[in-house]
């Protein structure tokens, strides 16, 4: 199957064309994705504003991180779930849609960058690494987020 | 470091404000979006001068004939723009505030103390809230009328008073006594009441303003129940109820 085989599939399936005829199922499914959008901001700026210096800074970036972790995946599913739901409704639209795909290489290099780099340099703690590189870290990390959030406002715009 | 934030926050409010100027230049092939834009411009059958609501309805109608809002709603890139830092401000202050709430119910960040996460986060969600109030007004001055009588909205308000009651009262009770529970995993059950509240009522809050852009109960889709007309202060005429 090609891709956009596969993207006229998920188009056509019984979950998409719920969605597309219901009047309220696609705001309200959008609305808790934003709701996601809120929490995921929270638990990257908590650990992001801690490596920048501010924010927490008197607590050890590793706990920080740790305790905000529960909450990071637990509002990516939601996300995913939610993102997932939308995307069944409107398939072939974002298959065409540059944003779409914006959106999706951003949130894959944020995740890697999340649970591979930054969560290196996290747990080697303040003095392995020189502090500017955590504040390096944080930077990438919060433009990678900021791109996952500018692509999803941008498939709204068509 | 707050100052400088502000600053860059006016900066920004104020090129927004230049991109306002720029209009659309056609109305051909606008999205339902923008149709929904110009509702301001209609005028409703209400229950004009009836009391505060007659009065404040006049106003938002001419409110909407401003210069301002004809020119937030007609121009080409303000309006979106607008919305879509309102909505990534909700990762500075809805998602600052819900952590503060988590850690008022104990759910995360239990080995610091109550006192260092208010001192340290909140002034970032007050800057949030500042560009939230800033960007919602703006998005109200665009389309006024419309969305005073948007059933959405006024839940918003009602719902955004009831969140700022809570945190006066958290501030003006339990919190004053955070030093004798400050480093508790677990805060007592009027901060964790107040931290619920405030959990519930953001949710709520944050749903409902994605809400405000759906027509679902406008004054112009008649026939509705009379309890949503009188929710919205709408009169709809003979031939509308039939």
Known sequence: MSLLGFFQWCEQSGIGDTIRRSSWLFPLIEAIHLLGLGVIGGAVLVVDLRLLGLGLRRQPTAQLARDAQPWLIGSLLLMFVTGSLLFLSEAIKCYYHEAFWFKMTSLFLAILFTFTIQRKVILAGETRFNPVWSKVVALVSILLWTGVGIGGRWIGFS | ?242
């Open chain 2, 1 to 242: 470091m707050q100052l400088r934030l502000l600053a860059t926050l006016c900066c920004l409010v104020l090129a927004f404000c230049y991109l306002a100027t720029v209009r659309a230049a056609a109305p051909t092939g606008w999205t339902a979006g923008h149709q929904t834009r110009l509702f301001s411009n209609v005028a409703f059958q209400t229950a004009a001068g009836r009391g505060i609501g007659g009065s404040l309805l006049s106003f938002f109608s001419r409110l909407g004939d401003s210069t301002w809002s004809v020119g937030l709603h007609e121009s080409r890139y303000a309006y979106d723009l607008i919305e879509s830092v309102h909505v990534w401000t909700l990762c500075l202050f809805f998602g600052l505030a819900v952590m503060f709430d988590f850690r008022l119910l104990g759910w995360t960040m239990r080995s610091v103390p109550v006192s260092e996460v208010a001192r340290r986060l909140l002034p970032w969600t007050v800057a949030g809230f500042v560009v939230m109030v800033i960007s919602g007004t703006l998005l109200f001055t665009a389309i006024p009328l419309r969305s005073y009588q948007n059933i959405f909205f006024r839940t918003k308000m009602i719902m955004l008073l009831l969140a700022g009651l809570n945190v006066w009262i958290f501030h003006s009770g339990v919190y004053r006594r955070v030093a004798t529970w400050d480093a508790a995993s677990v805060p007592p059950r009027a901060a964790r009441v107040a931290g619920a509240l405030s959990l519930v009522l953001w949710v709520c809050i944050v749903l409902s303003g994605r809400m405000i852009a759906y027509n679902w109960f406008d004054c112009d889709h008649q026939p509705q129940r009379p309890i949503i007309n009188f929710l919205t202060s709408c009169v709809p005429t003979q031939s509308e109820v039939r």
